[in-house]
């Protein structure tokens, strides 16, 4: 798909509504946002978090990041999963870039684009995703919440 200046305003608009997607995160360390889009629908959306009826603390006593809590893209592939929409084709927007587990599911899931806004310090899930044919786009700034600076 050609990055044009469109493609590139869509880009930034979708990034800058999974950033507030990410503000319903109840995790203190790190607050991630993720959409899945088709063809210009939001098919599924996902944050970080913990499992469908356990407490919303992420968090244990020592600051670390309970190890059953979920990534962003992890719970928008598994919510997409559970309706009738296909991940298919998609676009994922997440603000921070995927770890190596979440870039399995993408590829098994059939996204076909990834754009993200904050480079993960480990990148072997960027690498993973680009390996197996995922385009990759690292948008560093999506700008500001408000659509007026656009």
Known sequence: MEHNGKQELLDRRYLRMAR??????YCERRK?????VKERTIISDGFNGTPAGFE????????????YVLHA???????????????????????ASP????????IQSGIKR????????????????????????HIADAGPLSESAV
């Open 73 to 95: 893209e992890a719970n928008a592939i598994t919510k997409v999963a559970r309706s009738n929409n296909s991940a298919e084709g998609s676009t994922l927007y997440v603000t």
């Open 32 to 36: 991630v946002g993720a959409l899945m």
């Open 20 to 25: 507030i997607w990410a503000e319903n995160s």
């Open 99 to 106: 770890c190596l587990d979440c870039a399995k599911l993408i």
């Open 114 to 137: 990834v754009v993200y806004s904050e480079l993960y310090r480990i990148t072997d899930g960027i690498d993973l995703l680009k390996r197996a044919g995922v385009e990759c786009c």
């Open 56 to 67: 919303n603390v992420c968090e244990d006593a020592d600051g670390l990041t309970k190890t």
